[in-house]
């Protein structure tokens, strides 16, 4: 009788033994359902060899129940799902699990729900319907997938659905996919576009593993670049990878995708609809899926033959995940290229200081597109001095952004305001009493949201009506907003520029791929004169006739002590700064600051990245932070504070005294209370070539907690 090792899908429990019915053909990588005491559990059959169990006796062995239709996991993965659990010291279990998207990716329904016309009229017919029927002639496919095709919003096609316009018909969700074609439409590379592309594609046709640091200006074409190595593994039968770091990005993007590949590519990300989910990943274990364009969680998909991975806007923090498995995206993809053998590339116009060096020091190759496509400029950048020249008493936009801003309108050209701050106001308060809105789940004001009169917590969801009187002390209309949102910036602009068309542009506001669809469609259609918005009309978005983008508050981000605020700063300043002049007209920036001296601030006004690059490299040095040295954090958390705490104080207690590794706290973490868990955290520095994770790991395995208490460990943290 066969024996086999698997892991299996409780992070609580290590790898057990099964026995293999004899007819039953597992390999390693196969993924199996097994029996848990009464419950049934998936399971991925392991090699024994590289996972320490306990050894049953063959006459305990319970044989396994099922082997599932779907492709063994490959070895090239099994070591990737190794190597992220022992580096982010997460258990297998919990890494196994995402690649397997919950298990539920290869059971349940094998049909799916579309749609097509019935024939039949509706009640009433409507400007919306009619546009919609007239796209929707000869098309089937699932109402989102129509609301793309249509141009119109999903409750329009639901009307229809309702009336028997549309007819539901049930398909096998396994049909395929539109085909990408390598050669659709190809453009013109630049000299400098082309050296880069050709470049990557001859590492990917080579089948070996580099990875790039593409380092372009924003408009230089990056993604134009690449979509040339896409088109060299679409031709030679490869699977490509293009992570983004953010859904509302990814509309713009697929629309560009498609008629440079005259199909759209496969989107994966974590609100997918379960039956698209399974045909998706069922599409890319079987190889028939080209180019899947998703989150981070992408990453850990079973890609029959992956060719080519593209992380794009690679310094952005969202590749980050902070909870559950806590990896980084952007440097799990370079680990799994190297399992496959495969290029990597990570674009940017600003690089994290951590990838710059790594292509210094020449573990990355660095390919640069240093100037703008079609002879665009850079944009002219200017710093308003608040402090001498402040705007009216009330408001938050200097008397010079407001000229340029009323300029632009009378020239019939666009305007972007940033601030990286969602709602009305950061804080309410009570002018009576003094009582301020908090959060009652964590260490956080509540936000008021102006649009829909709520008070929200951004960081749990926590949300109440915004009342009348204040709580506390019952004096009525004594609350006041305390400093600018997005919202209370939007109203000011409709104040001075009553005529204008304005557009909020946050994740609340651009919270469907449907909205963000048709916010890009009207700011190209030009139907907005100003976009207000937060860090996420930083990237990606091209608007031709943008010429002025005006920073509320550069200062925001510099406050409070994370060591990378200089940096992320840095980066969202010259992203935004970006979005200005990328067409024929050349684009102007103006930065609200009381630091114009700060050094991120003046090397971006004087458009010197070598300056802000080397300053921040010399800062990390002193601080031994990376790239010169390592930090990792312990979080403790319950839902007790005074568990929380103990627990915390019983790892301080044990820490191992090594040399130059030094341990900080515990002390609360900068989120005491997040989402009700009381937070405690134990700091970790050490030099680069500390085995940080062995000491962390033997540490930890000789405590023991309260269930009620969780212990995460944080390699790497983002901020800090
Ligand atoms: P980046 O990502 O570097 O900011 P994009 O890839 O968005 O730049 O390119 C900026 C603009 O220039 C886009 O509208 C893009 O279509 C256009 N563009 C870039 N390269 C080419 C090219 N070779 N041929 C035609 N248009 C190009
Ligand atoms: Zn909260």
Redesign the pocket.
């Known amino acids: 009788m066969k024996r086999v090792r698997l892991i299996i899908f409780n992070a609580a429990l290590g790898p057990l033994d099964y026995s293999v019915p004899d007819d039953m053909a597992v390999e390693y990588g196969s993924v199996v359902v097994a029996p848990l005491g009464p419950r049934q559990i998936i399971g991925i059959v392991w090699e024994e060899d590289r996972l320490p169990g306990e050894s049953v006796a063959a006459s305990k062995l319970r044989p396994i129940f099922e082997l599932l239709p779907i492709p063994p996991l490959r070895a090239e993965l099994r070591r990737l799902i190794e190597w992220t659990a022992d580096y982010y010291c997460a258990p297998l279990a919990a890494v196994a699990r995402m690649v397997l998207s919950s298990g539920g990716a290869m059971r349940g329904p094998t049909t799916m729900t579309e749609y097509r016309l019935s024939g039949s009229e509706p009640e009433r017919m409507t400007p919306q319907r009619a546009v919609a029927m007239d796209a929707l002639q000869g098309e089937q496919a699932t109402i989102r997938e129509l609301t793309e095709l249509a141009s119109v919003s999903d409750g329009v096609l639901r009307g229809l659905v309702n009336q028997g316009v549309l007819e539901p018909v049930e398909v096998n969700i396994d049909r395929p996919y539109p085909q990408a074609q390598a050669d659709y439409d190809e ?4 000299g400098d ?1 082309n050296t880069v592309a050709s470049r990557i594609v001859a590492v990917l046709e080579a089948r070996e593993f580099v990875p790039f640091l593409l380092d ?10 690449y979509f040339e190595p896409v088109a060299a593994a679409l031709r030679g039968n490869r699977q490509v990878l293009v992570l983004l770091p953010e859904i509302a990005l990814t509309e713009a993007f697929l629309k ?1 995708f498609e008629s440079r590949f005259g199909a759209a590519p496969i989107v994966w990300h974590s609100s997918l609809k379960s039956t698209e989910r399974r045909r998706a990943w069922r599409a890319i274990a079987s190889g028939e899926a080209q180019v899947v364009v998703g989150a981070r969680s992408a990453l850990f998909l079973p890609y029959a033959s992956l060719g080519l991975i593209i992380v ?1 806007e690679a310094h952005e923090i969202s590749f980050k995940q902070d909870e559950g498995v806590r990896y980084n995206a952007r440097d799990v993809a370079v680990m799994r290229a190297r399992f496959e053998k495969i290029p990597v590339v990570l ?1 940017s ?1 600003t690089p994290a200081l951590e990838s710059l060096q790594m292509a210094e020091s020449g573990v990355y190759e660095r390919l640069e ?1 240093p100037s ?3 002879g ?1 400029t850079l944009p002219a950048i200017t710093t308003l001095n608040l402090t001498e020249n402040p705007p009216e008493r009330g408001r938050w936009l200097a008397p010079e952004l407001v000229e340029a801003l009323q300029d632009r309108l009378t020239k019939n050209e666009q305007s972007l305001l940033f601030l990286n701050r969602r709602g009305y106001a950061p804080l309410t308060l009570c002018r009576h009493c003094g009582h301020r809105f908090q959060c009652p789940n964590c260490t956080a004001w509540l936000v008021e949201h102006r649009f829909t009169s709520r008070l929200a917590c951004h960081h749990c969801g926590y949300d109440a009506v915004l009342p009348d009187a204040c709580p506390d002390c019952g004096e009525a209309d004594s609350l006041v907003a305390c400093g600018p949102g997005v919202e209370r910036i939007a109203d000011e602009v409709k104040e001075i520029l009553p005529e204008a068309r304005i557009a909020v542009a946050t994740s609340d506001t651009l919270n469907t791929p449907e909205k963000a669809a048709e916010f890009v469609a009207q700011a190209e259609g030009k139907a907005i004169d100003v976009i207000v918005g937060t860090q996420l009309v930083t ?2 978005f ?1 608007f ?1 006739d943008l010429t002025l983008v005006g920073v509320v508050d550069a200062d925001l981000g510099l406050e409070g002590g994370d060591l990378r605020a200089a940096e992320r700063t840095y980066q969202q300043i010259a992203q935004v700064a ?1 979005r200005a002049g ?1 067409g024929s007209k050349p684009g102007e920036v103006l930065i609200q600051t009381r630091h114009p001296k700060a050094p991120v601030i003046a090397a971006l006004e004087a458009g010197d990245r070598d300056a802000f690059y080397a300053a921040e490299t010399e800062a990390r040095r002193s601080a031994g932070a990376p790239p010169f040295g390592r930090w990792a954090a312990i979080i403790v958390s319950s839902e007790d504070e005074n568990e929380a705490k103990e627990a915390a104080r019983a790892i301080g207690g044990t820490r191992p005294n090594i040399r130059d590794v030094m341990i900080l706290g515990p002390a609360p973490a900068p989120m005491a209370l997040l989402r009700g868990r009381y937070r405690y955290r134990l700091l970790i520095n050490a030099r680069r070539s500390a085995q940080v994770q062995d000491i962390i790991r033997k540490w930890l395995d000789t405590l023991d907690f309260p269930r009620g208490v969780r212990v995460s460990v944080d390699i790497d943290p983002y901020s800090f």
Request: glycine share 20%; no cysteine.
């Open positions: 453009p013109q590379l630049s576009q372009g200006v924003t408009g230089s074409g990056k993604t134009e670049t560009r794009d674009a116009a597109l703008r496509f079609g665009a990237k990606g091209h031709p970006g990328r």
